[in-house]
Each structure stands twice: as C-alpha cells, then as structure tokens.
C-alpha cells in the first residue's frame, strides 16, 4: 500500500499465519535467520526511497519558480511488505535471503509521482533521468501502450546511490508516474480485480472503459491547459 506519509514505524512486522500458510518449516527457519540482514536490506531502501523523493520534490519546487505552479500533485512511497517479499520469492521459486532480495527483486522501494497532466508526467522523467547519479534499468510505458485491462502509467526502475558512512550503496527503486485520473482508476482497480484474479467480464468491460473516458479527460484538460498557457503569453 503506497502512502503520502512516510511510515516511521520501527519496522515491518511479519505476519507469521500467512507464512506458515504457503511455506514449509525449513523455509520459515530460513527467513527467521535472515531477520538481522533483512532489516539492514528494508532500512538502505527506505534512504534509497527518501533519494528519490526528495528528487522530485526539487523538481517540483524548481518547476513551480519556473512556471508558477507545481507539476506533481502528489508523492507516495511504500516499502514492499515482507508478506509480499516472501509470496513474490515463493511464486518464482527463490530463496529467501537479503541478496537473493537485492539481486532479484526491483520494487522493493517504490515512490508514486502522481502528476495533474499526461505532459507532467514525462517532463518529470525526462529531468529525473538525466541526474548523473540516476541509471535507468527498465522503463514501462503504459500511457503510450496501456495493459489490456486499460491500466496506464509509466514505470521507471532505476539504481540509485545512498551515501553510508562508509559506503555509496546502489539501491534500485521502482519508479510509477502517473496523473490523478489514472492514479484514481488504478487504485479502484486494484482493489477490485489487480492480484484477486476475480472474473466477471462486465465489470472488467465498465473498468476498461473508465479506463478509455478518464484517458480521453486527460488530454482535453492538458488542451485547455495549452489554450490558457497561450492566452497567458
Ligand atoms: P503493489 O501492491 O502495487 O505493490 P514484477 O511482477 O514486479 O516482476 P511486472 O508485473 O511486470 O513485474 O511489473 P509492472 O508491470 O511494472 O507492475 C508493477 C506494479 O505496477 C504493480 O506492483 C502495481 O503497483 C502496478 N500495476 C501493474 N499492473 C497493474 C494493473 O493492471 N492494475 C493496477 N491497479 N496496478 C498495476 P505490485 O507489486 O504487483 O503491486
């Protein structure tokens, strides 16, 4: 679950009936072992998560001197919960161990930009990935080709630095940039369908074309935009 608030709880806690419920004793004992080093794994990701945030916040406060109002709406960040760690190794058949999570795995750290106009959404990218200390791994474009469910939004995972006192760790964060309306449909869809695997074909017709009409609301608010931005000059 991704949240505007920084989570500054002690630390994820493991919620063991769910564990005992898909893995068998020696994998159990194997995590219980891994306690020490998972802990250390889930704090150099929430630095890695506080990098990229404080990133875009730059950006965004840069953008706003610039043009006079702010391109992001909102920023939200999660850390994957162990209970989703161990499913997602379980399902594809890994060990469960700090490195195998660090090698492995790429959205562990995830930060939500959350952009008024599709046009926001790839400047951001665009200023975000050209930072000497960003690399770009992957990049999804579901705006330009949206998932057969009508899901959209772009998804960068990128390595970035955290500065340790003794070390410059790279960490790798999964990035999504999308705008209100999309972060509004995948949030519905995701509690209705996303994961549960549920079939009734009509609801996900009606989502898919939600889907299609908040798209299409997209570019017509980004046209008005464009038309006052050149009534402003
Ligand atoms: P959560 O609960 O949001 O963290 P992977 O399985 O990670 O190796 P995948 O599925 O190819 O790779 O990654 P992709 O397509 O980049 O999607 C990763 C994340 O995007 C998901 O994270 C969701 O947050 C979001 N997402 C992708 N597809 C959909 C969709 O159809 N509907 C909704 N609502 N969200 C989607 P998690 O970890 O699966 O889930």
């Given at each position: 679950m991704y949240e505007e608030k920084e989570n500054t709880s002690s630390g994820p806690k493991l919620d063991k009936a769910f564990v005992e419920s898909i893995l068998e004793n020696d994998a159990i004992e194997q995590i219980l072992n891994q306690g020490e080093a998972f802990r250390t794994l889930m704090a150099y990701y929430k630095c890695a998560i506080m990098e990229v945030e404080t990133k875009f916040n730059v950006l965004n406060t840069e953008f706003s001197l610039k043009?006079?109002?702010?391109?992001?709406e909102t920023i939200k960040s999660r850390l994957k919960s162990p209970e989703s760690i161990i499913e997602k190794l379980h399902r594809k058949e890994l060990e469960f161990s700090a490195s195998c999570i660090e090698r492995?795995?790429?959205?562990i750290a995830g930060v939500r930009v959350v952009c008024a106009f599709p046009e926001d959404i790839y400047e951001l990218a665009d200023c975000f990935l050209k930072q000497d200390d960003i690399k770009l791994i992957t990049k999804k474009d579901y705006i330009l080709h949206p998932k057969e469910n009508g899901y959209r939004s772009l998804h960068l995972i990128v390595q970035t630095p955290i500065f340790l006192h003794d070390e410059k760790r790279p960490m790798r964060v999964e990035v999504q940039l999308r705008t209100i309306a999309m972060d509004f449909w995948a949030s519905l869809e995701h509690r209705i369908y996303y994961k549960k695997g549920q079939n009734n074909s009509e609801l996900r017709r009606e989502l898919k074309e939600c889907a299609e009409i908040s798209a299409a609301l997209d570019i017509r608010m980004q046209d008005i935009r464009s038309q006052l931005d050149e009534t402003e000059c």
């Open positions: 043009y006079d109002r702010n391109p992001i492995e795995l790429s959205d």
